[in-house]
């Protein structure tokens, strides 16, 4: 077993076994490099041998992984230590809300920040995942069309692995994203529109680079991975009680879709039972596609026109692998709740103010949702929840320096 002290596993004792297809169940090798099914071209998910796995772990050895997410390396993809590309990850705080306690009449609010990890977001867990797997696979050039911080994320970690980076983004995107990309060397393309016109784009060019790997959320299917190991820090961090409702502000998805991976893989180890949270995806009403097929009672969304938001993550006009948003808010007895960009600012200054938190807008509008939630009846006095402050605050200074 590997020294679990370091960010950067000696010996990684990866327990990976497969691909499986998220909707035909297809098998696939995890050492080819490959996005999507080649059957039916849905996302794949990565299998462990979960049995030998449970004769191994147990809540204690989860408890003092407690320094990184590469110490979870057993239920990791990364198959060789020497894969690993890191940045230093460490497993973020949970901060308890009291002012916000109070003003909503709630007995246990919690936010997981995340803004302390790499390049100052959460799409460092995914893109060190996905570019360690890569690497492993030989892969050396890697594309993306983003909204803003998946492009930062993968710019730091290709360069920290001597790979092309080739980065698409909406010309509107925040400048801090693009001067990040530019500053770690990658190539950058702006293109008007949105991350959806951006992915045409990229499409288009990489008819030209077949060398190109693409990483675009979910159709890597290692990103997921990455993002599950949040499920497994909350398990911890919440002593093996899941909070009752946990609010997560959804672009692409796969912070909620590997969270909710995460506690069934924690199930299967007989770490935790049944019992879930409600899983809520928080959107902006400028872009809410999961909102408005979650009313609707659809198993997809529909690509939403004219997607505008300050809270850039969540500008996604239809997330690929909508079907499993949408199914984990469904069986967990969620909801989906869109909010103002007027009151995503508002709350960014509030938390600020009362709590020292300095949020992303993304962050701000999970604060935002809970409110109404809590107007409507949704969330009582008694329950635990547990919000998400998806990046640092600082990645976006237009939000306070427009402040009167
Ligand atoms: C990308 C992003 C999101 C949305 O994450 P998904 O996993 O794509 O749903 C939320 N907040 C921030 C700050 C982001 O960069």
């Known amino acids: 077993m590997f020294q679990r002290l370091t960010t950067k596993p000696d010996d990684v004792n990866s327990l990976l076994t497969h691909l ?10 995890p050492h080819d490099v490959q996005t999507v099914c080649r059957s039916c071209g849905k996302a794949l998910s990565a299998r462990y041998d979960l049995v030998k796995g449970k004769q191994i772990v147990s809540r204690e050895w989860f408890q003092s992984a407690s320094s990184s997410f590469w110490n979870y ?12 590309v890191s940045l230093g990850e460490r497993v973020t705080p949970v901060l308890r809300l009291t002012s916000l306690e109070k003003t909503m009449g ?19 867990r995914g893109l060190a995942m996905a570019v360690s797997k890569a690497k492993e696979l030989g892969v050396t050039a890697v594309c993306i ?24 983004i909406p010309a509107d995107t925040p400048e801090i994203n693009v001067a990040e990309c530019r500053a770690t060397g990658a190539a950058v393309e702006l293109v008007n529109g949105t991350i959806a016109d951006a992915a045409g784009r990229m499409n288009q060019q990489k008819k030209n680079h077949p060398d190109w790997f693409d990483v675009s959320t979910l159709k890597e299917p290692y990103r997921l991975e990455g993002k599950k190991t949040m499920g497994y820090e909350i398990a911890v961090q919440f002593d093996w009680k899941l909070p009752d409702v946990i609010l997560y502000p959804a672009g692409g998805g796969t912070g909620l879709i590997g969270m909710w991976k995460a506690f069934r893989e924690l199930e299967i180890l007989g770490l935790i039972g049944k019992e879930r949270p409600r899983m809520v995806a928080v959107q902006s ?9 979650f009313e609707q009672q659809q198993k997809e969304s529909q690509p939403w026109a004219d997607a505008q938001t300050i809270a850039s993550g969540l500008r996604v006009p239809k997330a690929f692998a909508d079907y499993m948003i949408l199914d984990a808010l469904y069986t967990s007895k969620g909801h989906a709740v869109a909010v103002k960009d007027d009151e995503i600012r508002r709350a960014v200054m509030s938390v600020a103010r009362d709590e020292g938190l300095y949020c992303c807008p993304e962050g701000a509008a999970t604060v935002v949702a809970l409110r109404k939630l809590v107007q409507r009846s949704l969330v009582r006095h008694g329950e635990t929840v547990l919000l998400f402050n998806t990046a640092a605050g600082n990645k976006y200074p237009e939000i306070i320096l427009e402040q009167p």
Not at 285 to 292: E, Q, S, T
């Open 20 to 29: 499986e297809c998220t909707v035909c169940g297809d098998r696939h090798s």
């Open 73 to 84: 390396a057993m239920f990791l993809p990364v198959e060789k230590a020497e894969s690993v």
């Open 106 to 124: 709630l007995s246990r609010v919690f936010i997981k920040d995340e803004g302390h990890l790499p390049t100052g977001s959460f799409k460092a």
């Open 145 to 168: 069309p983003s909204a803003g911080n998946a492009a930062g994320a993968l710019a730091a970690y290709a360069a920290r692995a001597g790979m092309e980076a080739h980065i698409f």
């Open 285 to 293: 009403d400028g872009c809410a596609p999961i909102v408005k097929a």
